[in-house]
């Protein structure tokens, strides 16, 4: 009788550890899933694609757009659709590439503060045929 006993206790015990092992077990994938719904959310609200994106036309020598941005990351769409090659930059500030007559490119200007700010075509003698724009940046409400 005290085999059958001590074998009992056996299988209660092997019973119990494969109960703790599961309970384990669903406990860190439980804690997994929470992280990943962490990550996600953090990624979707902060993510850094709240950026306002202006779309900007370069002609020969003008720089044509609804040129007013929410203070915040601005960033411009430019298309080139003037004749020949210009590009746009923020004066103090990033620039962008020159784009040939069809072009288009993206400048990202950063984070801008409430206020007004420069933007011009910086090949030669193109501020000086007019090529200059403001850009207004008000406060976010």
């Known amino acids: 009788m005290s085999n059958k006993s001590n074998s009992s206790r056996r299988a209660q015990r092997a019973i119990a ?27 979707s609200i902060g993510g850094g694609s709240d950026s306002f994106t202006i779309d900007v036309a370069l002609d020969d ?5 609804d040129l007013e941005a929410p203070a ?13 090659p210009h590009n746009v930059g923020l004066r103090g500030g990033p620039i962008g590439a020159d784009l040939d007559p069809g072009e288009s490119a993206e400048l990202d200007l950063g984070e801008l503060t409430p206020g007004s700010y420069e933007l011009y075509c910086d090949i030669a003698d193109h501020v000086e045929q007019g090529m200059v724009a403001t850009l207004v940046v008000n406060r976010t409400e």
């Open 17 to 43: 550890a494969q109960r703790k092992k599961r309970l384990r077990t669903l406990w860190v994938v439980g804690a997994l899933v929470v992280a990943a719904i962490v990550v996600v959310g953090f990624l």
């Open 61 to 65: 020598f003008s720089i044509e757009g």
């Open 72 to 84: 915040g990351a601005v960033k411009l769409s430019v298309v080139n659709v003037g004749a020949i």
